[in-house]
């Protein structure tokens, strides 16, 4: 019998290992919790995740405002970007980038990243100490989302800072203002690619701004603020989330040796091995959904107005879906995990973070083939979003 539903994503302790949490949640339908004006259905099971995310008609991407206290947007006010809308709008934005991001077009990324993996790892070596977060981590994916926006280089430290900050941001207490770093990072973002779109639209270059501030100049399906608004998005997905799978899937790896060891032995089980990491311990916990209108889903009539929460980490425990979900099994197979989502929002960047993921792997057991956790019984400290798991740093031992 499963214990009783305890969910609180403001709860440092749930944060650091929502997953016995997810059990009860895993026994019955989705229940419904009042928090005073809002009600929230929370989605767990397999089959209801993947049932609800399918189901685009009644379960939008498009959450109402939230009163004006707790937004600031600047120069973003009003956009609507492809994860925040529905059909047809994205469908249309979505178009706008998928030739960007298709397999083949992935590859021809591959040489540039095995070189930045290469010179991240040759700064590690020369110093004899690796944090992966800090050293490996949290740098390769936003240097590749930052060349492929055309980005100058010098610029990625900063655009880390404004990543983590607005990330950091989405899981305020609710009714809670805007900090003034919050602030600050929105309104530089928005100034620096508010500058860039005007640039690109004189000097237009072969990177992916230029080409959607053509597309928007020629078929005007985007507003000024729309625009800015996909370009952040971008950078903020394309940044954070790979991050958290290279990070999560080395604990994962350093907690499990025996599976450690046996893709030392044998690295072509290394994208197999990926797709564990990504269902185990997966880089988003839980997406969103607005009920349009009143909707049944997994027993559960979720009312109209309320907020699903689709918690796409706990459908990857189900035990309805997966044989021993809590064990980490780099041989699973197979493994139909929704860490990417499913249906019309699934992640667009899936080729490129599996890609980085594999590169950053290969890269670091061929160089330090001793690699291992420096401290087996660390008590990992968590960044601060829940939505976005991740670590803040992660030791490790390369001697
Ligand atoms: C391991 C890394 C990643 C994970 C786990 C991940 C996860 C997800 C998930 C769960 C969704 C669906 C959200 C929803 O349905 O509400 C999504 C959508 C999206 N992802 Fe990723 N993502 C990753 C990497 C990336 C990268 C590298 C990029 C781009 C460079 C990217 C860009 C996007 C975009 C633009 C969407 C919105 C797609 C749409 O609305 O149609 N993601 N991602």
């Known amino acids: 019998m499963a214990g009783e539903v305890y969910f609180n994503i403001w709860?440092?302790?749930?944060?650091?290992?929502?997953?016995?949490?997810?059990?009860?949640?895993?026994?019955?339908?989705?229940?419904?919790?009042?928090?005073?004006?809002?009600?929230?259905?929370?989605?767990?099971?397999?089959?209801?995740?993947?049932?609800?995310?399918?189901?685009?008609?009644?379960?939008?991407?498009?959450?109402?405002?939230?009163?004006?206290?707790?937004?600031?947007?600047?120069?973003?006010?009003?956009?609507?970007?492809?994860?925040?809308?529905?059909?047809?709008?994205?469908?249309?934005?979505?178009?706008?980038?998928?030739?960007?991001?298709?397999?083949?077009?992935?590859?021809?990324?591959?040489?540039?990243?095995?070189?930045?993996?290469?010179?991240?790892?040759?700064?590690?070596?020369?110093?004899?100490?690796?944090?992966?977060?800090?050293?490996?981590?949290?740098?390769?994916?936003?240097?590749?989302?930052?060349?492929?926006?055309?980005?100058?280089?010098?610029?990625?430290?900063?655009?880390?800072?404004?990543?983590?900050?607005?990330?950091?941001?989405?899981?305020?207490?609710?009714?809670?203002?805007?900090?003034?770093?919050?602030?600050?990072?929105?309104?530089?973002?928005?100034?620096?690619f508010t500058d860039e779109i005007e640039r690109r639209r004189s000097h237009p270059g072969p990177d992916l701004v230029s080409a959607l501030v053509a597309a928007h100049d020629e078929g005007e399906v985007m507003s000024a603020a729309d625009l800015l608004s996909f370009i952040t998005l971008l950078l903020l997905a394309g940044n954070e989330t790979t991050t958290n799978l290279i990070g999560n899937g080395t604990l994962a790896l350093g907690r499990n040796p025996d599976q450690f060891d046996a893709l030392k032995r044998n690295p072509a089980m290394l994208p197999r091995a990926i797709e564990e990491m990504l269902r185990y311990d997966g880089p988003v916990q839980s997406t969103v959904r607005f009920a349009k209108e009143a909707v049944s889903l997994g027993g559960t009539e979720i009312p109209a107005g309320a907020l699903a929460l689709m918690i796409v980490a706990a459908a990857d425990r189900d035990p309805a879906q997966f044989k021993d979900p809590d064990k980490f099994d780099i041989t699973r197979d197979p493994n139909e995990h929704v860490a990417f989502g499913e249906g019309i929002h699934f992640c667009i960047g899936a080729p490129l973070a599996r890609m980085e993921a594999r590169i950053t792997f290969e890269a670091m057991l061929e160089r330090f083939p001793r690699l291992r956790l420096k401290d087996p019984a660390m008590k990992p400290v968590y960044k601060g979003s829940y939505f976005l798991r991740g670590l803040e740093s992660l030791p490790l031992a390369i001697d």
């Open 11 to 192: 709860d440092p302790e749930f944060r650091a290992n929502p997953y016995p949490h997810y059990d009860p949640l895993l026994a019955g339908p989705p229940p419904i919790v009042d928090a005073g004006p809002m009600k929230f259905a929370l989605v767990a099971r397999y089959a209801d995740v993947t049932a609800g995310l399918r189901d685009h008609e009644h379960l939008s991407s498009m959450q109402p405002a939230p009163p004006p206290e707790q937004v600031y947007e600047g120069r973003f006010k009003g956009a609507r970007n492809m994860l925040g809308s529905d059909p047809p709008q994205h469908s249309r934005l979505r178009r706008l980038v998928s030739r960007d991001f298709t397999p083949r077009r992935i590859r021809e990324l591959e040489p540039r990243i095995r070189e930045i993996a290469k010179d991240l790892l040759d700064k590690v070596e020369a110093r004899g100490q690796f944090d992966l977060m800090a050293d490996i981590a949290d740098v390769l994916p936003v240097t590749v989302i930052a060349e492929m926006l055309g980005v100058p280089p010098e610029l990625n430290a900063r655009f880390k800072r404004w990543s983590d900050t607005i990330i950091g941001g989405d899981n305020r207490m609710p009714g809670m203002p805007p900090p003034p770093e919050l602030v600050r990072a929105i309104d530089e973002l928005g100034d620096y």
